[in-house]
């Protein structure tokens, strides 16, 4: 028998066996030792002192509690963000833009589009040389709207472009040119304003100039000068011989500050607005667009103006801008 014990602990199965008592008899003791330093409360309070044992380790060893907060109920429903809520998304400035239409009685159809399709506080301008030119100022009158006359002028670009024979001309005389324009202004009898057509020859000769603003200012007739419009990414806008002019005679004259539809395309007309849109909230004047009598600028023009409460901008009558830079300070037509 003390063979075959002796046998078997010294073969292979022996040594697993004598190993496994080892290790339970190690397990044993190791038990034995730690139920005899348990402290109270067993495990939990075990868990207890750990946590006291950390948190006093001193500031060279930061202990960061991952701890998840104890977050209160809250109905879905009324759950709000607290930035959100008490911080609104702040609303663009207020802008105003005057959007005058030229070129109008030409075509027919477009001015019956435009006359019936675009708000009143959209200024239109009639060409002298359109049909039934009384007759169109009167309609746009009678919708309470800004009605300008166009005075044809000569361009650099003359005689290969030619404005016409009711065009006012550099090579013309004073006395002509007076003539010419006052056949003009008689058959637009209601009209509030003029705005040169092509003219930026004419309008760049203070020869010229001169006597036609001291005209315009006889007649008690504001100028929306549009033959050298400027660029609303600059600042400041450059003085013009027209400016400079209506400044010493005290005539109520605005440049324009951007053409629509030089590209008569609905994305092009849509980015001209943005651009307008941005420079009238950013000044506290107002910008002043030049449209053409394109169908789509009227559509464009029609469904943007239904628009305009949400972007902040406030589409006013060209003539209302005007009233300000009367002389004297007196409103027009008071």
């Not at 380790?57 to 959100?84: K, R, S």
């Not at 065009?167 to 002509?176: E, F, G, V, W």
Request: aromatic share 6%.
């Amino acid at each position: 028998m003390r063979e075959k014990l002796s046998g078997f602990l010294h073969s292979h199965y022996g040594h697993i066996a004598v190993g496994f008592a080892a290790y339970c008899l190690s397990m044993f003791l190791l038990l034995t030792v730690l139920q005899s330093r348990m402290p109270e409360g067993g495990l939990n309070g075990l868990s207890d002192s750990l946590v006291i044992g950390l948190t006093e380790t001193g500031d060279e060893t930061p202990i960061v509690d991952v701890t998840p907060p104890v977050v209160p109920h809250h109905d879905t429903a009324t759950v709000t963000d607290p930035v959100t809520d008490t911080i609104p998304d702040k609303p663009p400035a207020m802008g105003r833009i005057a959007v005058v239409m030229g070129e109008m009685g030409l075509s027919r159809s477009v001015t019956v589009q435009a006359l019936e399709e675009l708000p009143p506080a959209i200024s239109l301008a009639f060409s002298p040389y359109a049909d039934n030119l009384s007759g169109w100022v009167f309609q746009a009158k009678n919708q309470n709207r800004s009605v300008l006359l166009e005075i044809p002028m000569e361009p650099y670009s003359f005689p290969d472009d030619d404005p016409g024979p009711a065009a006012l001309l550099t090579r013309n005389s004073h006395p002509r040119n007076q003539a010419v324009l006052e056949g003009s202004l008689q058959k637009a009898e209601g009209i509030s304003g003029v705005m040169p057509w092509m003219g930026k020859r004419f309008m760049e000769t203070e020869e010229y100039v001169d006597p036609l603003i001291r005209m315009l200012r006889a007649r008690n007739l504001y100028l929306i000068d549009g033959t050298t419009p400027r660029d609303l990414r600059e600042t400041e806008s450059k003085t013009t011989i027209a400016a400079k002019t209506a400044g010493r005679y005290k005539l109520p004259y605005m440049g324009i500050d951007i053409v629509l539809d030089e590209t008569a395309t609905r994305a092009h007309i849509m980015r001209q607005l943005r651009v307008a849109e941005e420079a009238a909230r950013a000044t506290e004047g107002a910008v002043i667009a030049l449209a053409q009598p394109y169908p789509v600028t009227v559509e464009v023009l029609r469904d943007w103006e239904k628009t305009l409460q949400e972007r902040n901008i406030t589409l006013v009558p060209v003539e209302k801008l005007v009233q300000g830079k009367a002389p004297n300070g007196k409103k027009k037509n008071d």
